[in-house]
């Protein structure tokens, strides 16, 4: 039923098609060959159809625009309702959403920058890179004077953590440069 449905509100709006890889008796995606990150979620709830959007995975936002239509209307009338109802705050949130992804791979790629310098001034390699939930981190071991752990912060700083025996000529030098 949702099928057919889906394929109805696909017709009446331009440019859309039902995405045949994400097409289930009870969820269907709607999406637009030219712009592959805008895409309709259509699924049945509590004898309704559902209509949500389609959302970078880390930036989704906290109330992503959602409207519900009767499962009785026709293709048309469901599509002017997502056209006029729907696809103004969503196209206004996916915009804020990709810039706010976009913001975030900028300054992934900055903190990686970051962590190849500081594994270049070490001479050692980096221990693991930034990613998306993923901090990145240079932990580089010495023989004879310890351990320094090295981590790029979102705020553009970086945290240094520093583990060494020594006598207290090491410890007056950790001393001097903390002061």
Known sequence: MLQAKAQ???????HWQVDPDCAYPALVHLKRPDLPEVGIRLRVYNGRISITGKFPPYSVPAQ?????????????????????????????????????ERQAQEQIVQQNAQLDTLAEGLGCAVTQYVERNCQGSIIHYTRDKGRIKLRPMYNGQIEVEIRATGGLE????FCALMR
């Open 8 to 14: 109805e509100i696909a017709a009446a709006l331009e």
């Open 64 to 100: 992503p625009p959602r409207i519900t239509v009767s499962r009785e209307r026709d293709g048309a009338a469901i599509a002017a309702d997502i056209k006029r109802r729907f696809l103004p705050d969503y196209i206004t949130a996916l915009s804020q959403a990709l810039r706010e």
């Open 170 to 173: 090491l410890a007056l030098e």
